[in-house]
């Protein structure tokens, strides 16, 4: 680097200078968020100022010994090659991180080849006053190169090997500007070491490492790609770096999800433009309590604070955003009251990694359960349903081991026969600890924890027991409605199973009717259709269940051959309160009837409902006018006497 007293050409140092100064106040400036590689070139610029500077102070100090004793020489000198030569080891460290996830790091390989030599520079320079290995000054004070200085050249050679060899590794990986800082650093390094060797009077390796980390700035990641357009704050890929930067330091922190209710409605209702004008007032105030740096918008509905463990105005600023939500927000003369809900996460505890925690984010604020203006402890919530879940894991296991399962039956009215024709079967738990557990709460856990097939298969077995062993058809019941769970329609060779368990007892195929949800047919599309070809090549049929519910459409029925649709209760009890609904229960009822679909409408609960249906030529109801699920002894009891 310096190698004489003799006069320096050093105006390409102050370029450098320059360039570093530029790279710094726009870095500071900038609203970036702090990611690995950010932080690592913010480092590496830094570098580039005080190499510059003291590059300078070094060339005036050597230039005129005389006036700089010794031992202050040294010192600058030492500073000089310290920040110069760890130039090399910032940058492709800030190369590597921008080939890496936020939460993937280094290997331990990787550590060593970047610290081994780095270290071993160091050390050479550190010395240098005892060994005089890499600088010394003579006794009266002349600056002169050690034996070992070159060693630093091929040190700053080894990084620029290891930077070429990891672009090439990483070519797929790395963006097409990452690429391009690569071949700039290549090429500005060999073109300097060329000149310098060529006139050794000009300072101009600075110059051409400043260019290196210019080009790099300008590849970095735009600061708008963490931005939310609309609201003018961080985004969800922002969130994502920030937190993964927590999780990597083991740092401790709280979220805050917020989900601001009703939000489609606000959109259809305010229209676009002051939609987002709430939006913005919303996002404004938040920012004004938590500080922007530290929110975030999710999705749609959904916002994320970040709050730092040793933050004193924690539970102050959850007041205040309390006090926030309570009061309505004005627009354009429009006021709005936004229902929100809030929970509270506790990180690394609640989750240590950013999947884990944007999970629990969504599920908690998308729970019922969640009571709105008021913030929740997100991590007490889910760690009960995370036991009670487990809990009940456990007692499905022993219910399917012990034959504790029960079905229940509900039987189904035929207005053109006026008797029970048909009914549903509905599978039951009583746990001597729990007592009633909801099917409504042990399906889903089932399906999470791969116990619905095993449940699904009990049912049917039951199911074709109970026929044969009180021969139903005797008693006027055409077939019994078997419920099938999404999991099981996803099932190849589900046709193939059910025939089976229905050869063993013997049992009419005809005498069982299949029931799935439209969410289920979605999501085993071309399975399901397979399965029911098959089935219903062997006389079975298929009802779809749940229609009207708020998910059905008329393209579902049309695409798979259901021989029923079942009404859901929501559709029968909005048309007996308002005039428009019963209008279109009417018409979509006459729709079905001339597709030549049976109809059945479930919860029917008063004589009332029965005869609206009954007018509208509705071919079958269910519901508790007529009874209750029951257990199978019920049942019987039931068809001995006709309705």
């Known amino acids: 680097m310096l190698k004489s007293i003799m006069r320096w050409i050093y105006q ?123 600088i010394y000054f003579t006794a009266d004070g002349q600056y002169k190169i050690g034996s070992t200085f070159d060693i630093l050249t091929v040190i700053g050679f080894v990084y620029l090997i290891m930077v070429v060899i990891y672009g090439i590794m990483k070519r797929k990986t790395l963006r097409t500007e990452q690429t391009i800082t690569i071949i700039v650093y290549t090429v500005t390094t060999i073109s300097a070491l060329i000149i310098c ?85 919303i996002a404004r105030k938040i920012c004004g309590i938590c500080g922007k740096n530290n929110v975030y918008r999710l999705s749609g509905s959904k916002i994320a604070i970040v709050i730092h463990s040793d933050d004193k105005n924690k539970d102050d600023k959850f007041l205040e955003l309390q006090l926030l939500f309570s009061q309505s927000i004005k627009i354009s003369e429009i006021e709005v009251s936004p229902k929100v809900k809030m929970a509270t996460f506790e990180c690394p505890e609640a989750a240590d990694n950013f999947v884990k925690l944007n999970d629990l984010i969504f599920d908690t604020l998308n729970s019922s359960e969640i009571e709105s203006g008021k913030i929740v402890d997100g991590n007490k919530k889910m760690l009960e349903k995370s036991r009670r879940e487990y809990e009940l894991v456990q007692i499905l296991k022993q219910a399917l081991t012990q034959n504790q399962f029960e079905v229940f039956y509900q039987p189904i009215y035929s207005v053109k026969k006026k008797k029970f024709t048909t009914a549903e079967a509905l599978v039951r738990l009583t746990n001597e600890e729990l007592g009633f557990v909801s099917p409504d709460e042990f399906i889903p856990i089932a399906e999470r924890n791969g116990l619905i097939l095993l449940i699904g298969e009990f049912v049917f077995r039951s199911v074709c027991k109970f026929i044969i062993k009180n021969k139903l058809w005797e008693k006027g019941i055409e077939y019994i409605h078997v419920n099938l769970s999404a999991i099981q329609c996803m099932q190849e060779k589900l046709h193939e199973q059910l025939i089976s368990i229905m050869d063993f007892y013997g049992l009419d195929y005809k005498l069982i009717e299949l029931e799935v949800t439209e969410t289920a047919a979605i999501a085993s599309s071309d399975t399901l259709l397979k399965n029911m070809k098959s089935l219903m090549e062997n006389n079975m049929n298929f009802a779809l269940d749940d229609y009207g519910m708020g998910y059905s459409n008329t393209s579902s029925i049309l695409q798979y051959p259901f021989h029923t649709i079942k009404l859901d209760k929501s559709i029968v009890w909005a048309a007996v309160k308002n005039e428009r609904a019963q209008k279109l229960l009417h018409h979509t009822i006459a729709m079905f009837r001339d597709m030549g679909i049976e109809l059945v409408a479930e919860g029917v609960e008063t004589s009332e409902m029965a005869v609206m249906l009954m007018k509208m030529k509705c071919d079958y109801l269910q519901g508790f006018l007529y009874s209750k699920p029951v257990n199978e002894r019920a049942f019987l009891e039931l068809l001995e006497h006709k309705y």
């Open 12 to 134: 390409y140092d102050v370029a450098a200078l320059f360039i570093s100064l530029v790279i710094l106040f726009n870095l500071f400036i900038s609203q970036r968020i702090k990611t690995r590689v950010s932080k690592a070139f913010k480092i590496l610029a830094i570098d580039l100022f005080f190499a510059t500077v003291f590059d300078l102070i070094t060339i005036y100090t050597i230039s005129y010994y005389e006036l700089c004793p010794v031992w202050l020489n040294y010192v600058l000198n030492i500073i000089a090659l310290l920040t110069y030569n760890s130039l090399p080891v910032f940058y492709i460290i800030s190369i590597m991180y921008g080939a890496l996830s936020e939460e993937q790091d280094f290997t331990i390989t990787q550590k060593l080849f970047l610290a081994i030599p780095i270290c071993a520079a160091s050390f050479l320079i550190i010395t240098t006053p005892f060994t005089k290995a890499v």
């Open 197 to 281: 060797n060529i006139w050794t009077k000009l300072l101009i390796t600075l110059f051409f490492a400043s260019l290196s980390v210019l080009v790099t700035y300008l590849s970095l990641d735009n600061p708008s790609e963490y931005t939310d357009p609309i609201m003018d704050i961080y985004n969800k890929k922002a969130f994502m770096f920030t937190t993964a930067n927590f999780f990597n330091s083991h740092k401790q922190f709280t979220v805050l999800g917020i989900q601001i209710e009703g939000i489609s409605y606000l959109n259809e209702t305010l229209g676009y433009n002051n939609f987002n004008k709430i939006l913005v007032k």
